[in-house]
């Protein structure tokens, strides 16, 4: 069953820095596939590594799950909350990233 949430994108250039919107354009490339949120988390910071070569990329993905709201404990609101952190981002950088999204 689908999922619906917001992703959100941390990482420290190393020289390439490109627009919001190929950052966007990546997420919604791996969106659209049949996922799970943890692949889709993963995919998303590998394809960020591999294209833009940065110190570190952090992703946070947050998402409401259907098969949750709909079926089963019929949770209405209940989200999770996966993260993907690569490279150079310790936990002094993750932390200070959290804190931003709050």
């Known amino acids: ?6 992703i959100a994108i ?5 020289g390439n820095v490109v ?3 190929k950052l966007a354009r990546t ?16 995919q998303i910071a ?9 110190k ?5 993905c ?6 949750m709201t709909c079926r089963g404990v019929k949770k209405a609101g209940s989200k999770t909350v996966t993260y993907c952190a690569l490279g150079d981002f310790g936990e002094d950088k ?5 804190a931003l999204l709050k």
């Not at 947050?62 to 098969?67: D, K, L």
């Not at 993750?94 to 959290?98: A, G, P, S």
């Open 1 to 6: 069953m689908p999922f619906f949430g917001k």
């Open 56 to 60: 570190g990329v952090f992703i946070v």
């Open 62 to 67: 947050e998402a409401e799950h259907t098969c």
């Open 94 to 98: 993750r932390k200070e990233v959290l």
């Open 19 to 21: 627009g919001l919107s």
């Open 27 to 42: 997420v919604e490339v791996f969106a659209r596939r049949l996922q799970i949120q943890e692949r889709l988390t993963r």
């Open 46 to 54: 590998e394809e960020i590594m591999r294209v833009l070569k940065p």
């Open 10 to 14: 941390a990482y420290i250039p190393d």
